[in-house]
């Protein structure tokens, strides 16, 4: 447990000397829950230093959203947008659209869905992000805004307390990452073309 503890220090000074806020934020999260709140870091629960059973929960820890009670990640910054084509922070494939929230992304494809630019975002577009436990969600309707924001999206985002900022794409990015970077639990879909 001291040695564990003593590379969650050294790991989080490194990452606060080089300003990396972000990552220092995420790392010591990731570590902290790997050396403090393992099953066998325990030792009220486990003195012997045994593991649990196999029947004993353990954390999910997929990347894929999940209802959360408070945010356990950071959001991934845009790292770029050009018509058709966006990056996200360590994710090596570029996206055309984009869905992102608190630990992870993925492609935003229409077809799921059948929305077109005319209604426009569905509620079932933006359930996945919700879902994720975010209080902002920024939505992104083209370099061009034709994409539209039904009135009965945002309503139903309201109701269950996600605050809706719908955007030209390229404010829209700048907005999110802003967000994200002072550490908000922000989601967002990205719409990189009209």
Known sequence: MKDGFE?????????????????????????????????????SCHPTGDTPPES???????????????????SPEIASLSWGRMTVKGVSAPYKDCKVWPGGSRAWDWRETG?????????????????????????????ETALRVPTATAEWLTRRGVEVRALQTEDAVAEYNRLARRGANVGGLFHSTC
């Open 7 to 43: 590379v969650f220090c050294v790991v989080l000074s490194f990452c606060l000397e080089k300003s990396d806020f972000p990552f220092a934020f995420y790392l010591s999260n990731f570590l902290f829950e790997l050396f403090f709140l393992s099953p066998t870091s325990c030792l």
């Open 115 to 143: 929305t077109q630019h005319r209604p426009g975002v569905q509620v079932a577009d933006v359930q996945e992000v919700a879902d994720a436990g975010v209080d902002v969600l920024v939505i992104g309707r083209g370099m």
């Open 56 to 74: 004993t929960p353990v954390r999910n820890r997929l990347q894929s959203p999940q209802r959360r009670s408070h945010m356990t990640t950071p």
